[in-house]
Each structure stands twice: as C-alpha cells, then as structure tokens.
C-alpha cells in the first residue's frame, strides 16, 4: 500500500470561490457604509487573511490606510492553539485615535483578535473592529465578538483561501474542511464514505 504524503489532505468544498467572491463584495459595501466619514485604518492578520484583506480592500469604496500585522497561535503541525499570541507586542505603527478594522481569516478560540484588539486599545485606537471571512461555532477561550462575518462553520479544522495547516493549502480557491490522507490505492473506495460528505454552512448574518 502507497504510503500518504501528508496525514491531512484538503477534503470537501465547504465554501466555493464563487460564494466567498459575493460575499467579500457585499461585506465590503458594508463596511464601506459604516467607515463613511471615518479615517478608517485596513489591519490585516498575516499570513491567514492574505487573500481575503486583498479582496476585501478592492471593493472598499472609502479610503484607507492599509497595515498588516504578523500574529502566529497555531505553531507546527497542529489543529489546536497554542494559546499565546506570537508577535503581540510589536503592533505595525502608530494607532492612536485611529478607527481600525481588524481583518482575519477566521474567528476560532478568540484568543488572537481579543489579544490584538486589547493591544491596539491600549495604544489609543479609537475603535476597533472584526471582519472575518469564517467564524467557527464554538465556546470562545476569549470573548472576541466579530462585527462582519463571511460564514459561519461548525467546529471543524478548515483549509484554503488563505487558510492553511502546517502552511500548506493556503492557496486553494475554496474552503475545504481537512481530513485524514487516504492512501492512493484506497481513493476509489472512499468515494462513497459517508464520512467525507461536506457539512452545512451558511451565510452570516453581520452584527453590528
Ligand atoms: P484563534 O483560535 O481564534 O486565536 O485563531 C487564530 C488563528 O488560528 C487564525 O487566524 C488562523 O490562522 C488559525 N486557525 C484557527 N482555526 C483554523 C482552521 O480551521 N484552519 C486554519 N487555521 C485556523
Ligand atoms: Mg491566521
């Protein structure tokens, strides 16, 4: 039996290229409408909202300053958190009395954008705001409230879009959900497991 590359592979779409395109273009208006009269400052979480923070800042139709800042809390070949935030202390210039919007790939533990936006209150931002391309369904480690939501998910390790395990299948156009590699000579079979069916997801509703 061929032996798997990986011990994860990316599985079935959740979220297609399509879905996540309609969606940034209408979160964008509406943030657009929330930022009208604002000096508003685009902070994306490196590396998980890469692609999203670009797309989302293309359909922007208000100003803004764009910054990035490199937070890591998955370490090596994981699905957990580790639960510290590398890279806290080192916020990428100066926020004070800035309205800042925070943009991430996804709303997990919480433990990563209530880090980043207790630190940027602290060095006077004036407001701070989530946007999120995926919010998981689960009990927060952190209370970390997201304004602007993609979709919500259930409590499962996705990859994709930007979203990566162990760095690896960031650039996917779609969301999939990662399961166990299948060796080659079992892929024929497991096209009838019922455990690789894709699960639900839906559309967020935004709150604000
Ligand atoms: P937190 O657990 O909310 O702090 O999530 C912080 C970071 O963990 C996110 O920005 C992602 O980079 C990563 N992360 C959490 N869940 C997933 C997942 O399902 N796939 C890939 N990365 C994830
Ligand atoms: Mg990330």
């Known amino acids: 039996m061929a032996a798997p590359l990986t011990e994860f592979a990316p599985g079935p779409i959740l979220i297609s290229a399509g879905a996540i395109r309609r969606r940034t273009a209408r979160l964008a208006r509406e943030i657009s409408a929330r930022y009208r009269r604002r000096d508003l400052v685009l902070l994306g979480i490196l590396n998980g909202s890469l692609f999203f923070l670009a797309d989302l ?15 890591r809390s ?33 709303l997990d533990t919480g433990i990563t954008l209530a880090a980043a936006r207790a630190r940027l ?22 209370p970390a409230r997201a304004h ?10 996705v990859v994709g879009f930007g979203l990566d395990y162990d760095g690896r299948f960031r650039g996917l156009p779609d969301i999939r959900a990662l399961r166990p ?12 497991d019922p455990g690789l069916k894709p699960t639900k997801t839906r559309k967020s509703r935004t709150s604000r």
Do not use: M, N, Q
């Open 57 to 71: 800042a293309r359909h922007l139709s208000v100003p803004f300053r764009l910054e990035c800042w490199r937070l």
């Open 74 to 106: 998955y370490v090596g070949k994981t699905t957990r958190s580790s639960g510290a935030v590398h890279g806290i202390g080192t916020a990428p210039g100066d926020f004070r009395g800035a309205d800042v919007l925070l943009v991430d790939d996804i």
């Open 121 to 142: 209150l602290a060095l006077g931002a004036r407001s701070v705001r989530i946007c999120v391309l995926v919010r998981k369904r689960r009990r927060r480690a952190r």
């Open 148 to 157: 602007w939501v993609g979709f919500d998910i259930g409590d499962e390790f």
């Open 181 to 192: 590699a299948i060796p080659r000579t079992r892929r024929r079979a497991s096209k009838t």
